[in-house]
């Protein structure tokens, strides 16, 4: 069982950054691939970015590579999402999700999920 909280959110203006965290539980988190998603207001929830568990490697959005980093500390079970120059399309909420798999993107192929944390980008 993996538990995950994440933080960070908030209100920034257009070009900002913010930096989103993602505490997990459990003694197994180095075995889970991390990804994180956002669903903004009356939208489908969408695929933003992952790091797989066995060597860290990485894939983005096309909407968000280059200005998104996404990376985990596996001692502190955290995993981070990086947001730089952020605009206003990037308002969502947020989640970060726990899946066995190598590299997945879709999402019934996650887990756990957390319970999200908003992110508004005034212009």
């Known amino acids: 069982q993996v538990q995950l909280v994440e933080s960070g959110g908030g209100l920034v203006q257009a070009g900002g950054s913010l930096r989103l965290s993602c505490a997990a539980s459990?003694?197994?988190?180095?075995?889970?691939?991390m990804g994180w998603f956002r669903q903004a207001p009356g939208k489908e929830r969408e695929f933003v970015a992952i790091?797989?568990?066995?060597?860290?490697?990485?894939y983005y959005a096309d909407s968000v590579k280059g200005r998104f980093s996404i990376s985990r500390d596996n001692a502190k079970n955290t995993v981070y999402l990086q947001m730089n120059s952020l605009k206003p399309e990037d308002t969502a909420d947020y989640y970060c999700?726990?899946?066995?798999?190598?590299?997945?993107?879709?999402?019934?192929?996650?887990?756990?999920w957390g319970q999200g944390t908003q992110v508004t980008v005034s212009s």
């Open positions: 459990g003694r197994t988190f180095s075995s889970y691939t």
């Open positions: 999700a726990a899946s066995r798999r190598s590299t997945p993107y879709q999402q019934d192929e996650y887990d756990y």
């Open positions: 790091i797989s568990w066995r060597r860290g490697l990485t």
